[in-house]
């Protein structure tokens, strides 16, 4: 089977700080602190690592900083798709030419180009860095744009697209990609919700925001589903879920920034238009954090 990231990849917030600055040092902390909790992987500059507010440079300082602190203890995975095809191939080879173990590139958005724009928009980026293994990322809850599996099957034909992080919410679309790929090809669920039952479909793992707080839970739930200790595998999933509601009741990075606030992480607040949690978010996420154990 292809695993080409590990099974926990952890979409890493961006920490800022007091003066609303990457805060590059910190960030290595919390890459090394994610890795001691279960992570194999570690993107940056995603969705959750606010990349729209981010510029190309921070990005690159970043990826820099980060993966001369990691080392080889995990792989590191570049941000790095744009709706510019021109955009996304100029980062992608600048992380390529750092040596990161991976690009996650999501469908371009806005500008919603039909399914052969994006069939041409992966190859090219894919041509133009070749030695880069490419992660496609399926999200049209936040582009607009959905990539069809016809289009899918046909990028899994060039050497380093090598999987998927699907945030679809379509179960039988990646079941269907599994049954016509087989195991060549890796699906990772993009949503910690949706683990479970991705990986009961052919899923090898997940990028997953919640492994910031519950990584070694995460980890252990995969763990089981791998040995077909599916109630046990089910029952990690039962506590945790609460959890993974949680950090979604308004737009993610915004919870998970709150809760790693909560349990001694200060990561700085958002750039705008996002804006730090407060009220009823507040409220909750301490409620599931302490239920979970993880407050006081």
Not at 121 to 128: D, V
Not at 186 to 210: C, E, F, K, R, W
Not at 257 to 279: I, M, Q, S, Y
């Amino acid at each position: 089977m292809t695993i080409p990231f590990g099974r926990l990849i952890t979409a890493m917030v961006t920490p800022f700080d007091e003066g609303g600055n990457v805060n590059y040092d910190l960030a290595v902390r919390l890459a090394l602190h994610l890795i001691d909790q279960g992570s194999d992987a570690i993107v940056l500059c995603g969705t959750t690592g606010e990349s729209p507010t981010l510029t190309w440079e921070e990005e690159y300082q970043l990826f820099q900083a980060v993966k001369q602190g990691v080392g080889e203890r995990a792989k590191i995975l570049a941000g790095t798709g744009s709706n510019s095809t021109r955009e996304a191939i100029v980062a992608t080879q600048k992380a390529a030419a750092l040596g990161l173990d991976g690009s996650l590139q999501v469908t371009p958005y806005y500008n919603k180009p039909p399914q052969a724009g994006l069939y041409a928009h992966f190859r090219a980026i894919a041509e133009a860095a070749p030695q880069m293994p490419i992660l496609l990322y399926n999200i049209p809850g936040r582009t607009g744009c959905k990539m069809e599996l016809e289009t899918i099957l046909r990028l899994s034909e060039i050497p380093n697209i090598v999987g998927i992080k699907d945030s679809t919410g379509d179960l039988g679309l990646a079941a269907e990609v599994r049954r016509r790929l087989g195991e060549s090809f890796a699906i990772y669920s993009g949503d910690d919700y949706l683990t479970l039952p991705l990986m009961a479909v052919g899923a090898v793992g997940v990028v997953s925001v919640a492994s910031h707080l519950v990584g070694r839970d995460i980890k252990g739930m995969i763990r089981c589903i791998i040995e077909d200790k599916l109630q046990e595998a089910e029952a990690i999933h039962q506590r945790l879920f609460p959890l993974f509601r949680a950090l979604f009741l308004t737009t993610n990075p915004i919870p998970v920034k709150a809760a790693l606030k909560l349990t001694g992480w200060d990561v700085g607040g958002l750039r705008l238009p996002l804006v730090e949690a407060e009220g009823e978010v507040i409220d909750r996420l301490k409620q599931v954090l302490t239920d979970l154990g993880l407050l006081a």
